[in-house]
């Protein structure tokens, strides 16, 4: 018993030790097998402990522990093959979604845009269905919404005519098909651009159809190509669209972006709808970015329209470092409870060489200001002669945000998420809470077999509560609750056994008036 006690102290802290001590948004590695990348990450809307993540070319993981763990697996389709660009949905009934890319044993090359269902949280999936089949026409890039008022699904994509092609007949249109029974049947692939592009894959090429819903149903989408950004929008579930698409914003220096180190990197737009209750709802926004500044110095842009895309804002800057640097690949998600805006994107507003961390920013006014903040806890360099894909992701709901983003190791890809503390997050409206930072320290000794004590420093007067949590989440005690604390430095004693807690990776948080900080810690009985 003592030799696996010893065994299992050295592994956990191992783990714990891998963790910073400054890390304010502790990072979970969602897995490295298969040499993951473009992911993407959902959220139940009914129960936010249970996530859905999908990377290139065919691996899916879920979690049923808000994103602390992870499991793993390969998806297949022994009839139509799977060939990446992973979108991943999860609907009001539970089931989950995998659209991706085709390549089927009898048929051509991404000949077809394809969904995978589970209905049994992931541990199972179906052979698929599909859309846009249209002779060898390549069909690539798309995106998928649901309606959660009745569970359709609307999927938009890239049609070429030949996919990398630069004879001028050939051509890119912006493609469009529903399902009204859970993905079961999709309807004919409709056009819905009014213009077409080429089919380079490039600046000219009609790319990055990102749908969303409106509170009343509404279906609205935009992408990038040869006329700029521009929308167009649906008021009867994709039956009827706009005979012009509406122009959004010029796209300066087209979406097909030079960064260093990486072998490509877009600015495609990703649309979004504001459903909550709050004072935005209806607000459609639109996030992207360009080098409107110069090719050495990458944007992330935020515009908005509240009159359902008739009109549009001028662009509005999300990041918040000094001009000259790069910040790229940038996705949106809205809770759609709080209705509070949150953005990841790669930065290297803290380099001059091709170091990289991961960056998020979050508006709780409608697009108007943003607070950035650092969630990676340690930069990388990323390698031109390694695809890094074309996207990350996130996904908020009920104040639980998770993003998940790509990094690379010493030749290795993996997939990594942040667990953010959204209480910890505000917006310049409300305060920085950056000035003056309580500090909560790590416990001390960690992992611990006996007792275990908690330090914390506070910087202004507060009211103060540590509270101790299992690794769902769940309270376990409240050693401080809401007791006034002067500057200075404390220390709080934690007896495990006060409380018949077994062996196991455990949380504990400290909860002033304007700030939350939380760490991982471990106990071995």
């Known amino acids: 018993m003592t030799n696996v006690k010893s065994i299992l102290i050295c592994f956990v802290a191992l783990i714990i030790l891998a963790l ?36 290139n070319i065919n691996n899916y993981y879920f979690s049923e522990d808000g994103g602390l763990t992870w499991q793993y697996g390969q998806l297949s389709s ?20 995998f659209f991706h890319l085709s390549w089927p044993p009898s048929g051509n090359w991404i000949d077809r845009i394809v969904c995978q269902k589970s209905v049994n949280g992931g541990y199972n999936w179906n052979v698929g269905t599909y859309m846009g089949l249209n002779g060898a026409k390549a069909q690539d890039k798309h995106w998928a919404a649901v309606n959660r008022t009745n569970n359709h699904i609307f999927v938009t994509w890239t049609q070429f005519d030949q996919y990398g092609s630069s004879y001028y007949l050939d051509s890119t249109l912006i493609m469009f098909s529903k399902s009204t029974d859970g993905g079961e049947t999709w309807s004919p692939a409709f056009r819905l651009s009014e213009k077409g592009g080429n089919c380079i894959d490039s600046d000219l090429t009609v790319e990055g159809a990102v749908p969303c819903i409106g509170p009343n149903g509404e279906v609205y989408v935009s992408w990038s190509g040869p006329e700029g950004i521009v929308f167009d929008r649906s008021f009867d579930e994709g039956e009827t669209w706009l005979d012009q698409d509406i122009f959004v914003n010029e796209h300066p220096g ?22 909550s209750d709050g ?14 500044n110069g090719a050495d110095d990458t944007d992330i842009w935020l515009v908005k329209s509240t009159d ?34 949150y953005f990841v994107f790669y930065d290297r507003r803290s380099y001059n060489d091709n170091n990289t961390d991961v960056y998020m920013a979050v508006s709780k006014d409608g697009g108007e200001t943003f607070t950035n903040f650092k969630i990676s806890e340690s930069p990388f360099v990323p390698f031109s002669s390694q695809f890094f894909g074309d996207y990350n992701n996130i996904d908020a709901h009920d104040n639980v945000i998770r993003p998940i983003w790509t990094r690379f190791d010493n030749g ?41 004590n908690f330090s914390f420093k506070i910087r202004k007067d507060t009211r103060v509560t540590l509270t101790v949590h299992d690794i769902y989440g769940g309270e376990i005690t409240r050693l401080i609750d809401r007791e006034k604390h002067s500057v200075g430095k404390y220390t709080a004693f934690f007896d495990p056994s006060t409380y018949s807690l077994n062996t196991g990776i455990y949380w504990f948080s400290l909860i002033t008036d304007d700030q939350r900080q939380i760490r991982k810690m471990s106990y071995v009985k």
Not at 24 to 49: A, F, K, L, R, W
Not at 85 to 96: L, S
Not at 310 to 337: C, Y
């Open 254 to 275: 087209g979406w097909d972006l030079t960064i260093p180190g990486l072998d490509r990197s877009n600015g495609m737009p990703v649309t979004c709808c504001d459903l």
């Open 20 to 55: 910073p001590a400054a890390a304010q948004h502790p990072n979970i590695m969602v897995g490295n097998q298969n040499y993951p990348n473009e992911p993407s990450v959902v959220i139940d809307p009914t129960n936010t402990q249970r996530m859905l993540a999908g990377a």
């Open 78 to 97: 022994s009839l139509y093959g799977v060939w990446g660009d992973p979108v991943m949905m999860i609907d009001t009934a539970g089931h989950y979604y």
């Open 279 to 292: 004072p935005y709802r209806g607000t459609v926004y639109i996030n992207f970015a360009d080098q409107r």
């Open 308 to 341: 359902q895309g008739n009109t549009w804002s001028e662009p509005k800057r999300v990041n918040d470092d000094p001009p000259g640097k790069h910040q790229f690949l940038t996705w949106m998600a809205i809770d759609q409870i709080t209705g509070y805006l």
């Open 412 to 452: 290795q890809s993996s997939l990594w998420t942040a667990i953010i503390d959204a209480n910890w997050v505000s917006s310049p409206a409300q305060g920085s809470i950056f000035d003056e930072r309580h500090e909560l320290e790590q416990n001390y000794p960690n992992p611990f077999t006996g007792s275990t």
